[in-house]
């Protein structure tokens, strides 16, 4: 689209929640168009987070994803024949994509039986702020860190 930007599409709330955090979730945990199965298997890993913790699952997944959710990225760029990394702020929905993918991806990395068992421990250990999620959250604010002195080539 040359001239103007795409309409942003609205998310339609999922049914038990009733929260458009958790569809987004879902959009991304979904593989193969399988949307029920994925609202499954995050319905799933909310019960297994209940039954361990004995708190509210919905309150407990959000405050996971606010812990593997990044603040800065670094990015690549070229100047003068040298590439270098500089650190920028990210805008607040790709924060919240990049924090649901990690989760996501790191989840499915994990040794436990169903991906519903692997979701809840990934939410348990980002709740912790543990676990790779977390951990990954923690290596870009490093690598942001460390290449600071480079911000002044902002875009």
């Known amino acids: 689209m040359r001239k103007s930007r795409p309409k942003k599409r609205e998310i339609l709330p999922d049914p038990r929640y009733n ?25 799933e890993a909310i019960n297994i987070v209940v039954e361990k913790t004995k708190e509210d699952g919905i309150e ?3 405050k996971a994803l606010a812990n593997v959710t990044p603040a800065v990225e670094v990015r690549s760029r070229r100047i003068g024949g040298a590439t270098f990394q500089i650190p920028s ?6 924060k919240t994509s990049i924090g649901m993918k990690n989760m996501i991806r790191f989840s499915r990395k994990r ?9 809840a ?5 980002a709740y912790k ?4 999620a977390y951990k990954k959250k923690e290596d870009t604010h490093r690598m942001a860190e460390a290449n600071k002195a480079f911000s002044h080539f902002r875009f």
Do not use: C, S
């Not at 421990?121 to 250990?125: D, K, Q, R, Y």
């Open 60 to 62: 407990i997944w959000k």
């Open 121 to 125: 421990g990934e939410i348990l250990a």
């Open 129 to 132: 702020e543990e676990g790779n």
């Open 89 to 94: 702020e990210i805008r607040p929905a790709r």
């Open 19 to 43: 929260d458009v955090l958790v569809t987004k979730f879902v959009n991304n945990l979904m593989l193969r168009g399988k949307k029920n199965l994925a609202y499954e298997v995050f319905y």
């Open 111 to 119: 040794h436990e039986k169903t991906m519903g068992q692997k979701l």
